[in-house]
Each structure stands twice: as C-alpha cells, then as structure tokens.
C-alpha cells in the first residue's frame, strides 16, 4: 500500500492564520520570477554537450553528499550507495536510499528531493522501500528523454543566468561551448563561470606547485615569481570575465586577512612556493591573498565572495578511501571582526567594491556579520550558507541579520549546489521562508504590506542580480 | 486566600490552534508510555533499601541544587535553607523556598515543582508563604506512607529501567541488593549502574591518587602501572556491566581528546600519577583516556557518553565551605570540531561504537555536533543537558539539530536529575515539547501527521532503549 | 501621493490571536508607567539650560549612529549627510536621508523614527524623498517652540529620572544646575549623572595621562601614584553620588577581572602611567581596576554595570576623518566565565553589592550570564543591550535567558540612548516585548496571567528602580 506524494501550497508558510494570508499574497508574486543563481557547483559540461543524464542514482545520490553523509552516519556502507564504486548495482543503491529515506524526515533534503520527486518527474506516491523501483524506473526512463536533457531542464527551470564555480587553471571550454551557442542561436542559456583561485592561493592545497606551473602555462606569466604570479591572475580573471563572469569566490579555512608590504609579500611568496610549508606562512599568504584579491576587484570590477569556516577533509580515513567533497567538512567558530580588519582597513570604505561574506557559524550574524556589513560600504552578507541553507537556518539568518544590517545589505539567495534538479526546489524555499518572515513582521505591524510586496520580489530577484553585477 | 494550583491539560504545547491540534493527538499517543531513563543520578540505595524519605525540605530542597542556586542569587543564606546545615529547622528552611517561590516564574524548576506538588502530592493549591506550611505537613505526611516508599514511586512512575552513575570505585552493592531482589522475585524495577571514571581518569580530582589505590583493591591489578590501570579499567567495566551498565559516561572540561602512543602514554601516566601534576598534562591525559575508552567500549560494547564543558566549583568560597555541586557549575564555550579529531580519526569510521555527545554550549549545536554526528556513523547527539533542559532549551535543540542531523542521530531525552520526584515531570516536559515541535512541522506541510506520530514514539520512548542497548 | 502613517495599536504583539490578547491585557496596566531610565547618554546640557533644539536634521540625523551608519553602508556620504561638516545644507542631508529610509524597513530605527514623527511630531505621512521638505518644515518648525524644548519634552514623556553618563573629570556644572531649578521649585525633572571612569582607566584611552592631570586638580589628590589615585576615584565618586549618581559604568574591550596585590598594583600603576604602555599592562590593569572598582561600590554603594566586548573604531579611516560613535564599534566574542572569576572570587558573595552584566555577545547569555547571573548574589543581567536593543534581540534574551536566570535576576529596560526624542519609543518597544514574552509563557500554560500582570509592571519599571536604587 503506498501513500500519495503531494506538495502542499501552504508548505513553510508560517501556520498562523493572519501571516500565513499575508504570506500565501506576497510568494504569489514571487513563485514564478525567473532563478538568478549567482554561486552554484553545477558542471558546465552538462549544457555544453547536452548529454543526457544516466540512472536514478547516478542523478540524484552519487553526487549529493547531503543525501549519502545522513545515510552512512547512521552505518550505510559509501561503497553499496555506489560513492567511488562502480561495482555497485546503482539499482541496489536506491534501494539502499528508499528504506531509509525516513532518515531525512526534517530535514531540508527531504523538501528539495520530493520536489524533485513530484514537480520534475511527476511521481504521485511517497518515496519508500515499498516504490524503489517504481521511481528507479520512472526517472531513469525520464532521463533518457530529451525534455530531461540539461538544456531543456535549464529553460524549463526559468533560470535567467546560472555561475559556475572554476580555478584559474580550467580552461573554460564548456562555457565557450555556450557562449557560442549562445552567439548563434543554438540555445539561449546564460552560463557564465566565477574565479575560485583556492588551487592556487592556498599553499596547502593538493598540488599546490604544479597547480602554479599550469597556471604560468595558461597565463603566459612566471607564477613562480611574486610579481609574474599577480600578473597571472590578473590576466585569468580577465579571460574568466570574458567567459561572463562577474565574482570571485574564495574559500579559506578562515576569515583571515593581511595586508603586506612588496617586500614582506615576496619573502612571504618565496617561501610558500619551497618546499616545507609552515601552516603559518600559509595562512599568513592565504591571508595576504584575500587582500590582493579585493585589490583586483576594485581594479576590474569583479564582485567577491568569501567562503570561511569549514574544516574540510575532517575523516581522514574517508578522505584517503573515497575523496573530496563526501559530507565530511565540518563548520568551525569563525572570527571576523579581527580577521577582516586588515582588508577592510586598505578597502573597506570603497562603496565601488563588492565584498560578499558567508559564514559557516551563525553565531557571527547578529554578533559581527550584520554590524560589519551594517556599517562598511563595501561589506554586503550572503545568505544562509551550507548547513543553514534550510527553514530553520533561513529563519535564523533573517531574524539575527536585519534588525541591525537591513534587507539591502544582503544579496538574495545562493543555491551554491551541484544537485541541478533540486535548483528550483532548492530557491522556491528560499521564496517561501522570506515570504514567511515578511508576513510575520507585517503581522505583527512592524512593516506594511506594500513594502513586504517589495521587499519580497527584491529578496527573490533584483538583489542577487544588482550584487552581483548579473 | 490561597489560589487553585491545576495543571493545564494544554501545557506546554504551542497556542495556534491548528498546532495545538495536533499536538494534542501526538501527545496523547506517548503520554503514557513507560519511563526510559538511560542517564540521571539518582541514589541506588533508595532502591535497595526501600526507606522512607524524610521531611518536604530534606526530600526537595536540599538535594536540588535548580532550586537553592536560585535563591542563592537573590541572596537567600544557604546556611538558613539548610544546605550543610543540620541545625537548621527544615520547616524555616522550607518557608524560605516558600516566600520567594516567584523567583522561579518563567523556569522549568517551576513546572517541574509544581508537577511534583499536584500529582505526585495531590496538592490543589498554589505554593506561596500562606501555604508553606501546609505543603510542608502534606508532603512530610504523605513520605511516611508505603505509598511514597522508593520503589512504590518507581512502580507508580512507570520506569522501565533507570541508569544511576557510578565511579569505578563504587563497589555496587546497592544494585546488588536490587538485583538479588528482582531474581526474588520481590521487586521487578531495573536499576543499572552506569561507568563514570573520571575520579580516576582525571588527575586533578580530588584524591585522585588515593582513588588510584582503591581501584587496585578493588580489581586486582596495578593501577599505578599503566598495564595495570588499563586492566583496571577493563575489570571494572565487566563488573559494571554484569551490574547491569550498558554506556560510560565522562565529564571533562573538555571534549579534548588525543591518541598517544603506547610510550608516550605510560610516560604521561608515569607523570601524572606522581606528584605535581602539570594542567597540561592533566589535560592530555584525560584527552588520551577518551581515546582508550572509547577503544574499550569497542570491545565491551558499552554506550560511551561525553559530558563537556562544565566549568565546576566557579566559586572557591562555596566549594570550601558546601562542597561540590552546589550550583556553582558554570558552562563555557566547548570545541569540538578540532578536540574530537585524535578520537574520531582513530574510531569514527566504526558503526558498531556509539558515541553519545552531549554540550552546555548551544553554540555547537548547528555549527559542530550535528554536521559531525550527521556523518560520523559512531557519533549521536544526546538530549538537550542541564540548563537547557528546559521548554526553549529543548526547543532551541530541535530546531538547531534537526536540519543537519536527522532525528535518528539524536537518543531521546535523558532527565540526569537526582531529584526522583521529579522525573516523570521531566519526561513530560521533552514529550510536551517535542510533540509541539513536530506538531510545527506538519503545521507547516513539512513532515506528514503520520510521520510525526512515529517519531513522537521514537523520541520518547524508542530512540533512547535503541541508542543506550537497553 | 504620499502615503498615511499610522501606528497600529497592536504593534509588536504576537499575531497569534489568543497571544495577543493577553499581551493588550498586559500592556494597558503598563503602557502609561513612568519612564525610569537608569542608563543613556542624553546630553545634561539640554536640561540645564532647556535651549531649542535646532532644526531636523541637527537634532535627529547628525548625533544618531544607528541612522548614519546604515546610509553610509550603503554608500551614502558621511559629508553629504551633515556628519563633521557644517558646510552641508541639512535641508539636503535631511532629503538624502529620506530617499533611503527605505534601508530601515526591518530595523529598530524604523520603529522609533516613525514613533517620533506620529507621536512626537503629530506627522500623518509617511517618510519618502516626497514627504522630506514637509517633514523637515513640520520638525524644524516645531522644534522653534516652547514645547519643544528639553524640560517640557522630558516632562510629556513622564520621565521619572533619567541617568546620564560622565567620567571622573567631567565637572557635572549641568547637573549642578539642574539640581538647583529642583530645589528653586524652578522645574522637577530628575536628570541623574553615573560615574564612568574609563578616560581614567583605560590607559589606552586618548589622552589618560592628561586625563589624570585634570583627576589630581578635581580632585585635590596626586593622581600619579597609585594611592593618590585610588583617593582621587573615592573623591569623586562621593561627588557624583553627591550630584545623585546611583551606578558606575564601565566600558572595555573584554570582561577581564584581576585581583593584584597592593605591591603588584603599584607597580603596574607605574608602568601604565609611564611612556610605552603594552597592550598586556593596559588589559591587566583594566582587569584588576574593576575589581578595585567593586570594592569601593561595596563601600559607597554605587551599583556597578560593565559594559565590555566592544572593538571601539574599528574603521580606522573613519575615526581619523570623523571621530569616535560614529557607528563602526563592532562586538566581539565575550568570555565571562574565566574573565570575571578574579572579581567574583573577591566579592561574587556578596548580596550587597550589585553587579550588572551586558553583553554584545549574545552566545553569553544562555551559556555564561544567565548560570552566572542565576548563582553568585552579587550578578544581575543588564538588558539586550546596543545592536540587541531590537524586537528580534529582546526576545532572543527573554528566551535565552529567562530558564536559568528567572525575571528577577534581571533589571528592566535601558534606553542607553543620546537619540532623546525616542526615548518614550525605545521603552515602549521593550515593554511591548515583555508584554509579548510573557503572553506567550500565559498562552502556554507556564505562568498564569496574574503572575505575568506583576511581572510586567516589574520589568517595565520596578525592577530598574530596585536594581539601580532609584
């Protein structure tokens, strides 16, 4: 006996009567605005060629380490879910996701994967053991089909631009793909990437030194000297903004600036392109970075983004065995009124600069964030991030936030995900939790229903594409 | 004129209606089920012996550190409430608790006491200084019954089992008696004990040493060898468990945890059992036992609870004069991101080990311990602790957790009180609001009525025999 | 078309009908209560010499660094807006401020600001670019009237006292002059000084050594050594209790306590009032100063607050061009438990003394303040203080709060404003709070509205009067 599979309208509204009738007005506006995501992990590959997508699992669990991090933190083997394993039945993997499907139940996962479920594949029953194979079929059959190809996805999803986030070493073939099929009339997709130079900024990072050989190959430039490194990135950011992007991302362990002389930042680059590394001198380069990076930005006009606070790679094990970017990057307490002083003391007046600051650690909201970017003209804050990209945590963020840094300093929402199909699932939450909170600042009198009507298409649309330049 | 003391059927749940509706059907599903109390303080010769309690302020005044802390504050003597103070009269010392009752409006002690003096005591009015001494003479005459022996309490309680803690050198004798009696069939109550060795894993406890040398008498072994203290170790915790201990249990500062060689651990033992015994070395002892236990509990298969973040005996005045746990144990900001790493990288990977973490720092609920326990299959969260074991302590548990962990990586509630009386209060507050907090959920079209009704189950009742292998 | 402005008589209630019921109940036994405002930073000047007020944008736009700091945020001029120069037209600033107060939907200031201008000025349009002449005509002109000035505002808002806030070189010729129009029968209201020592403590504070010049002559006592200046502080805090001063003030960087011996004192004393004071001197001898400070409360009977975790001009640029209070103090993490263990060792036992609390740091309050506050007689908690001073921050510190701490260890509201028109504002958003805060704990059957009717009347007035001794 299985049991319907039905999205509510009224889902994460707030259940109070008055808001929810103010609430249920302000998203009727909102639901259908076109998706402007502005930080994203989707591959570009995907609307380049427009090849179809393969399984049900190969879709929506091998890639998503929110769905396979809950499942093996409560004792499900990563190699029968298929992660790193292509022994495993992809068949037997979703099986293995059905009967425990009711770990998700609260969180955010659960919202966007039944969307998924019911909005883009059609599905009408609940998601258990009991109908594993009855979605394996449906959606691997679906797949299979042109109107679930990525380009056609993307058009039928109503995103406007969409960024990808790629290292100064990538070459960008893909978006050139699009961005002449975009020339010719191919497909109108806007695709565009965004500068994350972290391969190349962060002594520590893996192949840190040929990362910079490859980089002097496509710069052109001697990235083994201080001034040719700069001259390199100067000139990839260049290119990355020709292939349409608009920011910069930078994720560093943590918030740490710095801002050195000529001389002190050489000495510092000769010694983190040696051998031995301190893990002092890395931060300390890492730190330095950050303040160059806002430099060039002033200089070019690219919106940056800062992403501290997260322990990546906490599971050595798991690392060792299965890779990157597998549920195990823990969040950290994150300092940022010490650590942002010395770039904001060198730029931080420049109303010309965009400077967008996510963070991992929510106690930093109301505490640092919201009267750092409450005050500094170049500061703006970036949506709940991560962890915090659910209802509770976007509640959090706008009822810590506002009071003290407004609606304006911040940028509307970040899908910042690598799960394509969840993208509209992922900011019609985001639309319903603001519509939420407006409607219970308008019912409690605290702001009229004209300017949460604003407000709300702001929040959706025009902020994110305003901060980002888009 | 005395006021009506009444419990409100509708306590505790949210007040919008539609919440409050289902709320109310969740409730009524797991108000009754039996008492699971896998971690508290309670005294096992209460159990063993069967003797009556003594007077109102001997049985709920003096032991409840919630309620004389309070008065404390807004300068109450201790000496005059009886606290060390045996020539106090306990009917003075109960008309003090009297006259300032309203210090406790707002708190849980409130609902907690008041829960106490209309069920357990059948009073009907308020407590306040008109009916202190009437509360004192109904109490105090209702402990001398058979009714209100220990194990008549127990049996009106429904507890199924309840876990007392004791350290390594306890010799148990009190469970044995209960133990002989349940064999005798003359009483059925399940009352287990619980490992805690911090009195000899903790090097600057009181009497650390001495403790060391009851540990030897007690097992057999050298426990001023680190072969023999290890082994030490290992006896005692079979003996616990033949007792009936299912889980350790380890209240550290910190959550510090370090793995250590063989050489380098003896000579760290070597180091602090003798004398002067350096804070760093203290530390990284205790860090280092963390680690071991944790590899003991591997083998033993014993639930392993940490406890951290307690700054105990804040006030060096008080603890000189009334000793420990006089309500001067004060929280302080916990890592955990960065202590748990010797302990995880060494054991996280196991899901046969559980891990159950427990913090007095809100902070870490969303930013650290549900990403970790969210991925580490050894780790689970436990319940909402000690001052936030309250309507919006619990509340503020929830609505952190739940997003990132799941609730099947949390382990139901624990009441850690020694104050009996008041448990089945305590119970009933955590499943008053958890059925609230589900009952927000489908509210909101997040969660499925019937999906709530199996958690409301799961979370009072299901989860904590599950999680503690009771 | 411009727009009404109303304010809704409901405002900040809960929307939730059977909340907000009671909270109107509660409200109307409170809404018409004297202001008792025990801590601000309204300039004594005003009152001594009851002067007009100049025009709009003197008198609400220039002194006010909630307003400012969130225009130049978002790149609006300091210059333009009037801030540090006189060559600015205020008519234009006042316009440039009204083109943005859409920036303010979702804050405090909104509130007040519409408070002052429905209430305070009688203005029945909404603030936009088309209402600013208006505004500005209708304010300035008001402001040219005798009800306008100081003394007669002080009395329509039914000020009962109001505390101002000077250092120990501050000759209080203001106040002086106010108590003489008390004893003239020349005018009533109670304007009160609190003594603030921070020029004279903080040795990094701009110009401490003159400032201990200007304390020898004030106070006829060598300020130069450290027993003359430990005379100097008692001279003057007798004064300032003469000139009707109940409390001292202190505001530093950390809540660091010492307890030196006399000998380690006068050295350091030596040292901080020598040429190159470092860092760690000028922190230790903040640290042992409060200590000092606490002892001589406990002689003289002032009720002490502290007022720590504040990184004062954190924009360099801005505090060279504009001077300090120009809204970038920015908080910071705030340990409390390990900080002020040096003071409370000495006098945490003493029911005496009153301490008051604050913090920016709101992680404190569930975690640090409130166990604190709720076991060493001499702590209270200070109110949601600054960046808190908010709807969201007063209900984030009831709930955090209120648990372990209860009501009464708390002290009512401070405005802690030098905004004077929105006085009246400011203690009617925290009374409308309270109100809300304690409809709910009603609504869910944990307090019974009798109790919440005495509670509200304490924290809206009686409680500030009791804690400050007023």
């Not at 961005?179 to 109108?188: L, R, T």
């Not at 000297?225 to 608009?246: D, I, K």
């Not at 031995?276 to 931060?283: G, L």
């Amino acid at each position: 006996m299985t049991r319907p599979l039905t999205l509510h309208p009224d889902r994460l509204f707030p259940s109070d009567a008055g808001q929810r009738d103010i609430a249920r007005r302000l998203y009727a506006d909102v639901a259908d605005l076109p998706i402007v995501s502005p930080h994203g992990h989707t591959d570009p590959a995907w609307f380049a060629t427009n090849a179809n997508f393969g399984n049900a699992a190969e879709l929506l669990l091998h890639p998503d380490h929110y769905v396979f991090r809950m499942l093996y933190s409560q004792g499900v083997s990563l190699d029968a879910l298929g992660i790193r394993n292509r022994a495993a039945d992809p068949r037997e993997s979703w099986r293995l996701f059905a009967q425990n499907y009711h770990l998700f139940r609260g969180t955010p996962t659960r919202m966007w994967m039944d969307w998924v479920f019911a909005e883009a594949f059609g599905i009408d029953v609940q998601f258990e053991a009991a109908t594993a194979d009855l979605y394996y079929d449906r959606i691997t059959e679906a797949l299979a089909t042109d109107a679930f190809r990525p380009r056609a996805l993307f058009d039928r999803f109503r995103i406007e631009v969409i960024a990808t986030t790629e290292s100064p070493i990538d070459t960008l073939e893909h978006h050139q793909v699009v961005k002449d099929a975009n020339a010719g009339g191919e497909w109108g997709g806007r695709v565009i990437t965004a500068y994350r130079p972290d391969p190349v900024v962060d002594p520590e990072f893996e192949a840190f030194r040929e990362n910079l050989g490859r980089l002097s190959d496509l710069s052109g430039e001697d990235a083994f000297s201080y001034a040719g490194y700069l001259a390199a990135h100067r000139n990839r950011r260049a290119f990355f903004a020709e292939m349409g992007a608009t920011s910069t991302d930078h994720g560093h362990p943590t918030a740490a600036t710095a801002d050195l002389s000529d001389a002190e930042a050489e000495a510092l680059f000769a010694r983190v392109t040696g051998a031995d590394v301190s893990p002092a001198d890395a931060e300390l380069f890492r730190a330095h970075m950050l303040t160059v990076m806002a430099g060039m930005s002033l200089d070019d006009g690219l919106v940056m983004q800062i992403h501290p606070g997260s322990f990546r790679n906490h599971n050595l094990w798991l690392f060792d065995r299965y890779g990157r970017d597998k549920g195990a990057d823990i969040p950290t307490a994150t300092d940022y009124v010490h650590a942002l002083r010395p770039l904001l003391a060198r730029y931080g007046n420049e109303a010309r600069l965009t400077i967008i600051l996510f963070t991992l650690d929510e106690t930093s909201y109301a505490r640092e964030l919201a009267p750092l970017a409450g005050h500094y003209p170049a500061l703006k804050l970036g949506p709940a991030w991560w962890f915090h990209d659910s209802p509770e945590g976007m509640r959090r963020f706008r009822s810590h936030v506002t009071e003290t840094a407004g609606f304006y300093n911040t940028v509307g929402f970040n899908d910042d995900t690598r799960a394509f199909l969840s993208i509209p699932a992922r900011h019609d939450v985001a639309r319903r939790i603001d519509c939420g909170f407006l409607a219970q600042l308008v019912a409690e009198h605290r702001l009229e229903e004209w300017e949460a009507a604003e407000l709300a298409v702001d929040l959706s649309y025009n902020l994110a594409k305003a901060a980002y330049r888009l």
